[in-house]
């Protein structure tokens, strides 16, 4: 059984997951919006993935005994500069991400509890591989450019990157 004190940040990342689906999901829409089919394809897509990080964490705290709790979901932020910002916004998101899934991850360590600790190994993993898509993502704005022509090809790439992942 969960500690009453993981349980609380257990809820509170839940809450978080699907924050981050509303942010990728609101970010999709903006890309929609401005023109960026793939891009807008790829968060629509990621928004989806961070759902399921909602909900696996949600079953794992009903399974082990303790009231899963979802809080209120603050609505995202619906208007950026241009494509840059939006991946620049993402990672950053990310890494806070990465920084509250280590937190759970030492509190279980320091409860001992083995069961739960083995549980987030997943989110450790997929928190690295979160953050190194997202830095690759804006190697490729860096390079290719996010002005005239270049922003339709970082477009094309980021699309890519969603048709590769549906079909992987």
Same mark, same amino acid.
């Given at each position: 059984m969960l500690s009453a004190s993981l349980i609380e940040r257990m809820n509170a990342q839940i809450t978080l997951e699907f924050f981050s !689906?509303?942010?990728?999901?609101?970010? !999709?829409a903006w890309c929609d919006h401005k023109g960026y089919p793939g891009c807008a394809a790829f968060l629509a897509q990621h928004?989806?993935?961070?759902?399921q990080h909602g909900r696996k964490l949600f079953t794992y705290v009903t399974?082990?005994?303790g009231l899963a709790v979802i809080g209120a979901v603050e609505a995202p932020k619906t208007q950026f500069a241009g494509i840059q910002?939006? +991946?620049?916004q993402t990672l950053a998101h990310e890494v806070g991400i990465t920084a509250k899934?280590?937190?759970l991850v030492k509190q279980a360590m320091d409860e001992s509890d083995f069961a739960t600790f083995n549980f987030l190994q997943w989110y450790t993993a997929e928190q690295h591989e979160e953050e190194k898509? +997202?830095?690759?993502?804006l190697d490729r704005i860096r390079v290719i450019g996010a002005d005239g022509k270049g922003i339709y090809w970082i477009d094309k790439e980021i699309g890519k990157l969603a048709k590769g992942a549906a079909a992987g």
């Open positions: !689906s509303n942010l990728y999901l609101q970010m !999709s928004a989806s993935e961070e759902y399974e082990t005994g910002e939006v +991946f620049d899934i280590n937190a898509l +997202f830095r690759n993502i």
